[in-house]
T-cell receptor, first 113, second 112 residues
């Protein structure tokens, strides 16, 4: 197992376009998290899944954001009608149970121009 | 989750111990203290966690005060590769998802 994988690593898009990111967690990790990180700040929680169920969403997750985790495996994060303020690093993490350590991917860096 | 307070930045000479403090005075009895670090342009990496007792692993030691209101992460022999932002996070208890509240962390610079 090579750890949490995120694709693409970098994405440049024009304002107003839709983008989708993918996260492949470590096998058998039933919990999956999405975070957003802007320059100079720590990562901020967006949402998390337990298996295929999305159990918690942050207030940061506006209506333009949607996340899915079909069949409890990989997850996608879609941003519709991107804005310049969406430019950030989007991080995915997975863990096997509530108290365990979380493993993070390398992130997807989004630039909205 | 309890809020944590960390110094913004610290320096440490290579080969010396790096002691990173964290205050968490509002911690609840069933909340854990976790430490993660983030090296530039990489995702955060787990270091260590503890509840009451001091903990040690191959990366670091975690010293938690008896009243649990503060803790110290110790990197016993810091190397240049330990230069990173270190986050002290308190989670658990009623937090159903155990999502991590990173804050701004401590930027540690290890110098030659």
């Amino acid at each position: 197992d090579t750890g949490v994988s995120q694709n693409p690593r970098h994405k440049i898009t024009k304002r107003g376009q839709n983008v989708t990111f993918r996260c492949d967690p470590i096998s058998e990790h039933n919990r999956l998290y999405w975070y957003r990180q802007t320059l100079g700040q720590g990562p901020e929680f967006l949402t998390y899944f337990q298996n295929e169920a999305q159990l918690e969403k942050s207030r940061l997750l506006s209506d333009r954001f949607s996340a899915e985790r079909p069949k409890g495996s990989f997850s996608t994060l879609e941003i519709q009608r991107t804005e310049q303020g969406d430019s950030a690093m989007y991080l995915c993490a997975s863990k096997i149970d509530p108290g365990a350590e979380a493993f993070f991917g390398q992130g997807t860096r989004l630039t909205v121009v | 989750d309890a809020k944590t307070t960390q110094p913004t930045s610290m320096d440490c000479a290579e080969g010396r111990a790096a002691n990173l403090p964290c205050n968490h005075s509002t911690i609840s009895g069933n909340e854990y203290v976790y430490w993660y670090r983030q090296i530039h342009s990489q995702g955060p990496q787990y270091i260590i966690h503890g509840l009451k007792n001091n903990e040690t692993n191959e990366m670091a030691s975690l010293i938690i005060t008896e009243d649990r209101k503060s803790s110290t992460l110790i990197l016993p022999h810091a190397t240049l590769r330990d230069t990173a932002v270190y986050y002290c996070i308190v989670i658990g208890g009623k937090n159903s998802g155990y999502a991590l509240n990173f804050g701004k962390g401590t930027s540690l610079l290890v110098t030659p």
